[in-house]
């Protein structure tokens, strides 16, 4: 994702019965973006590079389906995060937020 700083790439998977499910909606539940943030937020405290200060920017372009398998890939450079979440070649979210 950029030409220096650090880089991960994670295989998410939101379980059917994540807790969040049934209200995000009933009928048809897609995985809520907070969920999302919250892989990146644990991602970023688990390699040590501290926590979300605030997020830049965010889209949402496609939703995620409870038991879908996607990628998360994140790049950090000077206390800035890139970001975003793929299903195969498809972009579902994409944003940037600042470290603190």
Same mark, same amino acid.
């Given at each position: ?54 997020? +830049? ?17 994140? +790049? ?25």
């Amino acid at each position: 994702m950029n030409a220096s700083g650090q880089e991960w790439i994670e295989r998410i998977r939101i379980p059917a019965d994540h807790p969040s499910l049934p209200g995000h909606f009933p009928g048809e539940p897609v995985v809520a973006g907070v969920i999302l943030l919250d892989r990146l937020a644990a991602l970023l405290e688990r390699e040590g590079r501290g926590v979300i200060k605030r997020i +830049a920017a965010v889209k949402f372009r496609a939703p995620l389906l409870p038991g879908e398998e996607a990628e998360l890939q994140v +790049a950090v450079t000077l206390g800035q995060v890139r970001f975003r979440v793929l299903r195969n070649p498809e972009i579902l979210a994409s944003g940037e937020a600042e470290l603190a």
